[in-house]
């Protein structure tokens, strides 16, 4: 073998070296951006990562009369129970939440969306000006997984139950509001009735 085909060899097995390297580094690299990408993604589940609310186990806002759908770290969303109720997109809300374990954390929104969706109309999506515990969320994960394991099977229609079942709860209490006053109304009539009554008793 002549010294210019030793020189050729020597310079392919290099070229064939580097070619190899560069790959394993590609490779690397490629891996490296795709655990950063499942990192990221991890990361950012967690952070938005929602807590639905079957009916009667959402917290309580003790500030306004809403329905919690769901919350986050960063983010409530929401429905007045009565829907002629709304409040425009960049309002602040101070809402008083109390949990199911009697937690009470306060807390900022600022409205950031509404809309409409086939569970109900004007749902508003609010952010907090501070997140709420991650420890909280864990807690209202675990509560609802425990005590509503159907719940969580099926959200869809039973958070369509849930506002149903909100809906029902607060015509009653309308109802039994305009059956007081009525009767209110009717006893205040007599009162009235009697009185006449007695004045003309007097005067005769």
């Known amino acids: 073998m002549s010294f210019l085909d030793k020189l050729a060899q020597t310079i392919d097995r290099r070229k064939q070296q580097r070619?190899?390297?560069?790959?394993?580094?590609n490779r690397s690299d490629s891996a490296k951006e795709r655990r950063s990408k499942k990192d990221?993604?991890?990361?950012q589940r967690r952070k938005l990562f929602r807590v639905p609310y079957p009916f009667g186990a959402a917290p309580i806002d003790l500030?306004?009369?809403?329905?919690?759908l769901d919350i986050s770290l960063e983010s409530i969303r929401f429905v007045f129970k009565n829907r002629q109720e709304t409040v425009p997109v960049g309002d602040m809300l101070e809402l008083e939440i109390k949990f199911h374990d009697d937690?009470?954390?306060t807390?900022?929104?600022i409205v950031k969306n509404c809309y409409d969706d086939y569970l109900s109309k004007h749902q508003y999506?609010?952010?907090f000006t501070k997140p709420l515990p991650s420890d909280r969320i864990g807690k209202e994960?675990?509560?609802?997984?425990?005590?509503?394991?159907?719940?969580c099977r099926d959200i869809s229609v039973m958070q369509k139950k849930h506002i149903q079942e909100v809906e029902k709860k607060l015509k009653e209490e309308q109802r039994e509001e305009e059956?007081?006053?009525?009767?209110?109304?009717?006893?205040?009539k007599i009162d009235t009735n009697k009185d006449s009554t007695d004045d003309k008793t007097k005067e005769i």
């Open 19 to 25: 070619r190899s390297n560069n790959n394993s580094d």
């Open 40 to 43: 990221r993604r991890e990361a």
């Open 63 to 68: 500030n306004h009369k809403i329905i919690i």
């Open 103 to 105: 937690e009470m954390i």
């Open 107 to 109: 807390r900022r929104i």
């Open 125 to 127: 999506i609010g952010h």
């Open 141 to 151: 994960q675990a509560y609802v997984l425990r005590n509503f394991p159907d719940f």
């Open 179 to 188: 059956l007081r006053k009525r009767k209110q109304s009717s006893q205040d």
